[in-house]
């Protein structure tokens, strides 16, 4: 069984930082693709950023690019994502996910986490 814990979300000032955690058991995530997706209220879920099997291919969305960065610790089967000069319109439930393939829709990722709320007040 494949579980995915996420950790790390709370609330912070625009302009602050954060790191989000992704714990995974059942699963070995360097032979599979890990993303971070999240979900704002009234809004759809929406892609935020994925790291490759090897980790060395990254995709961000445009909204986080050169603010957020994906990592993984192979060690400890985590996947990392670090929000930095954090934005209100950031706010929203993140989620981690795993799947096969290097993308950016949710449908292609076959496990979720169960989301971290983050709160950016301005």
């Known amino acids: 069984q494949v579980q995915l814990v996420e950790s790390g979300g709370g609330l912070v000032q625009a302009g602050g930082s954060l790191r989000l955690s992704c714990a995974a058991s059942g699963r070995t995530i360097i032979n599979y693709v890990m993303g971070w997706f999240r979900q704002a209220p009234g809004k759809e879920r929406e892609f935020v950023a994925t790291i490759s099997w090897s980790g060395g291919g990254t995709s961000y969305a445009d909204s986080v690019k050169g603010r957020f960065t994906i990592s993984r610790d192979s060690a400890k089967n985590t996947v990392y994502l670090q929000m930095n000069s954090l934005k209100p319109e950031d706010t929203a439930v993140y989620y981690c996910?795993?799947?096969?393939?290097?993308?950016?829709?949710?449908?292609?990722?076959?496990?979720w986490g169960q989301g971290t709320q983050v709160t950016v007040s301005s």
């Open positions: 996910a795993t799947g096969h393939f290097f993308a950016v829709l949710g449908g292609t990722y076959d496990y």
